[in-house]
């Protein structure tokens, strides 16, 4: 008889311990049977006692519960270290395949006959065939007629103790996720997550509470959170042995993102020369061209960009970026680009490093043709630096204030000249060298706003800032007082005048090319024209569905560009109002479903909208206002009804909800309709798999060994045989937020915890598999799908509010008909040069 090793593993802080305990006896997460009292004098020794002699082990109670003659081993174990313990103390243990029969899988509920095999209390356990001369040993083991080892219990307690946690990453796009340390080793090995089993290996006595389970011989059993999940092997792996996972031949190259972030940036909406617009999104500085309707991608950045600079040649571009952290929970550095914006490759790599948390605001010189680029990060003192463009050099760097810092800029007739503005303050910074120093604006008589949002130089190089109270306040140098102060006086910014523009704050302010002043609001949404002795010309108010100004840029031909709170960039303008041409959720994304025929597909969300895209236009076609949160959304085999499931469990939409059914310990996450139509595949929060027969009345089917060579019309479950290498090792069970296979039936797409889409063959049946890997997304990536013909996988950003669409490239699947065929990355760009 072949035995099986005894390992023990930290991978969270749910695995199993190996250990004597009181408590209900539990299987499959049910309670099966009455409280179990053990003895007290009931040692370690009886169980490892028994497995050296050659007999079967005494009942043990472990974190599973009383599992009848066996050994429950439902956790990932790691056996190097208990192995060097037990050789230090000349111990040996052993465990054979039948207690892995006897664990309880969360795989799938048990059958009726093992529930009738557990034992009650004080009924006598099955006597068991002694394993005598089969039962194999570790190396190093004492031989047969030695005495009975000592119990590695206080081995694997020592181990248990000195335990971690794995961090799993779910990066927020709007606060820095703070840094927590992570194991520097996987907590198991890839034999140990992923194990396959042979059951004729068990003896009778114990494999007959499993039969039903183990028809086929051969299963794959893996772990998340300690608990197994066992998956059977269809019929049509022959040779499973033999199966090869390799990267997929087909690709994805990203061609259009939805979204722009307004709700919570500043000054990030730029022309450049070429005539596209500049703005950023997630991890992605997008290009976009309003007339030719196609879109550019800078791709360079590895976590959320949050402020953008343009040079004045209209070309470079400045982004600065988050800092975040990686998979293993090591801090990203965040850190500035300044790259090409015709050839979308990058020219500096600037302040790694240098910055904490990330980078608030970025400013280009003027005077000198934009030889400096002022930053300022976000540390709680805002530190303030300048460097050269071209070396990459830091020239001055000083602590500019505790306080929120929300723009900075040079004068555009003196780079010697600095002003930054925020929460109470507009500071006058001189630069000499490398040295900095400040003056504070005086307010004087003026109420003093809560926040001084914006700032722009007039003709005249006069400061006009915009605050909270809803005024342009206008600064002007005034020399020193000698006759007053004495000769130590020095000059002073002082308010020169007063202009009430808006009710509420003044988010954006605009110098135009001839000279006039706009202004946008936010509590009254109004964008407004002044002159340049700020004089009332005209004004617009944007619609209220739109949100506030946010920020402004002038066009051509006196066109405006209009980007709001509520992520829509709008172009019109004061005579013929505003359109919106990006638009945009508001809040975190989870619900996605395609169409069935068209290059459609719906989204929703937190923001309680439903919202319906045309992948060929690139458009929104509609949106509609939800009674709750969204979480889900399909559409109907029709393709002319979209039912959408909300928080509250309730369904909205063209569907009624039937009668629920039991069955899962635990929330339901994904289910998938087999091809006739007749069964359900389900997977739970506990990590269960079952399979529910429809046509029967939606029927629990319990032996899940019959529905290992059903075929499944769609396959998004993340847990399942043709799937489970998708899986990273050591995973704590939430690193996959969502997958789906083509319908091709040759890649699967995978959405994970880390910011990051996956594109894997197609089955992925063994562990490790290798993958396609592609980023972007600067929050936990929460469901993808692919559109009807495969030719565009669709995915989702959570808390970054982004939606990206994938051309899908290479293999045999189709090539999309996209009006933006010219569409262009970063990466493409490099790769070509």
């Excluded at 199966?243 to 990030?268: A, F, H, I, T």
């Excluded at 000059?491 to 954006?508: N, P, V």
């Excluded at 066009?555 to 919106?580: H, I, K, Q």
């Excluded at 959304?633 to 909205?652: E, I, W």
Aim: hydrophobic residues 30%; neutral net charge; charged residues 20%.
């Amino acid at each position: 008889m072949q035995g099986l090793r005894v390992t023990v593993g930290t991978q969270t802080e749910e695995s199993a311990v190996l250990v004597l305990r009181q408590g209900q006896s539990l299987i499959n997460g049910h309670d099966r049977g009455e409280p179990v009292q053990l003895p007290t004098d009931m040692g370690e020794r009886d169980c490892i006692g028994g497995l050296a002699s050659g007999g079967h082990p005494n009942p043990i109670k472990n974190s599973f519960g009383i599992q009848g003659a066996g050994v429950d081993l439902g956790f990932a174990l790691e056996g190097q270290s208990l192995r060097k313990e037990l050789q230090t103390q000349g111990d040996s243990c052993f465990i054979p395949d039948a207690c892995f029969d006897e664990v309880e899988d969360v795989g799938g509920s048990p059958s009726e006959d093992s529930i009738d095999k557990v034992p009650s209390v004080g009924q006598s356990q099955p006597s068991a065939q002694p394993l005598g001369q089969e039962m194999t040993t570790f190396p190093g083991s004492p031989s047969e007629g030695s005495s009975t080892p000592a119990s590695p219990v206080p081995a694997v307690q020592s181990l248990m103790a000195n335990k971690k946690e794995l961090l799993r990453r779910n990066s927020s796009s709007d606060k820095p996720t703070k840094t927590k340390q992570r194991l520097t080793k996987k907590a198991a090995s890839s034999a140990n997550l992923f194990r396959i089993k042979d059951p004729s290996l068990s003896p009778g006595p114990l494999s007959a509470r499993r039969t039903n389970y183990n028809q086929e011989r051969h299963s794959v059993k893996m772990f998340l959170r300690g608990r197994p999940i066992t998956m059977y092997i269809p019929s049509t792996f022959l040779n499973y042995d033999d199966l090869r996972m390799e990267q997929p031949s087909e690709k994805l190259q990203l061609d259009w993102v939805y979204g722009y972030r307004g709700r919570d940036c500043r000054s990030n909406l730029y022309v450049l020369a070429s005539g596209e617009l500049v703005y950023f999104i997630a991890c992605v500085v997008v290009l976009y061209h309003v007339q030719n309707r196609t879109q550019r991608h800078y791709l360079n950045h590895t976590d959320c960009v949050r402020c953008l600079a343009v040079h004045p040649d209209k070309v470079r571009v400045a982004s600065g970026q988050m800092a975040g952290v990686d998979k293993d929970g090591k801090p990203l550095q965040p850190f500035v680009h300044i790259w090409d914006s015709s050839t979308l490759l990058p020219l500096q790599k600037i302040g790694l490093g240098s910055f904490e948390r990330g980078v608030g605001s970025l400013a280009f010189s003027t005077a000198d043709e934009g030889m400096y680029l002022c930053v300022v990060d976000e540390s709680n003192e805002h530190m303030l630096s300048i460097w050269d463009c071209s070396r990459a050099n830091k020239l001055a760097e000083i602590k500019s204030t505790n306080e929120s810092v929300l723009t900075v800029e040079f004068n555009p007739q003196d780079s010697s000249n600095i002003i930054t503005t925020g929460k109470s303050h507009v500071y006058f910074w001189t630069w000499s060298g490398g040295s900095l120093t400040k003056k504070q604006g005086i307010f004087g008589k003026y109420k003093k706003p809560k926040f001084i949002q914006c700032f722009v130089f007039d003709t005249n190089s006069d400061v006009l800032t915009g605050d909270s109270e809803g005024n342009i306040l206008t600064w002007a140098r005034v020399a020193a007082d000698i006759r007053t102060l004495g000769k130590g006086a020095k000059e002073t910014y002082q308010i020169s005048k007063q202009t009430r523009a808006h009710e509420g704050s003044i988010f954006s302010l605009c110098l135009c090319r001839d000279g006039t002043v706009l202004s946008g609001g936010g509590k009254d949404r109004r964008v407004v024209q002044w002159s340049p002795s700020l004089a009332l010309l005209q004004e617009v108010e944007i619609p209220e569905q739109f949100g506030a100004v946010r920020t402004i840029a002038e066009g051509d031909g006196g066109e405006l560009l209009v980007g709001t709170t509520r992520n829509a960039l709008l172009r019109g303008s004061f005579t013929d109002g505003f359109r919106p041409i990006i638009q945009g959720h508001t809040d975190e994304l989870w619900g996605l479903g395609t169409h069935p025929s068209r290059d459609l597909f719906v989204t929703c969300g937190h923001d309680k909208q439903l919202c319906m895209w045309d992948g060929g236009e690139h458009t929104l076609a509609w949106s509609v206002t939800l009674e709750e949160t969204g979480l889900c959304a399909d559409f109907h085999p029709s393709g002319k009804v979209v039912t959408v499931g909300l928080n509250s469990g309730r369904l909205q939409g063209g569907l009624e909800r039937d009668e629920a059914r039991t069955g899962h310990s635990s929330f339901i996450t994904h289910l998938d309709w087999s091809k006739d139509g007749k069964f359900i595949m389900s997977n739970s929060g506990d990590y269960e798999i079952l399979y529910w027969d429809v046509a029967g009345g939606c029927k629990l089917l319990r032996n899940r060994f019959e529905n290992k060579d059903r075929e499944w019309a769609s396959y998004t479950c993340v847990l399942g045989f043709h799937v489970f290498g998708v899986w990273p090792v050591g995973s704590d069970g939430t690193d996959i937020n969502s997958l789906c296979r083509s319908h091709n039936e040759r890649v699967v797409a995978v959405a994970d915890d880390f910011c990051k889409v996956h594109l894997f063959q197609y089955p992925c049946a063994k562990p490790k598999a290798p993958s396609h890997e592609y980023g972007g997304h600067g929050s936990h990536v929460t469901n993808v799908r692919f559109t009807h013909n495969d030719g565009y996988l669709i995915s989702m950003g959570g808390k970054d509010t982004s939606i990206f669409q994938w051309r899908v490239l290479g293999g045999s699947l189709p090539r999309s008909r996209s009006l933006s065929s010219a569409s262009v990355s970063s990466q493409d760009a490099g790769a070509s040069t």
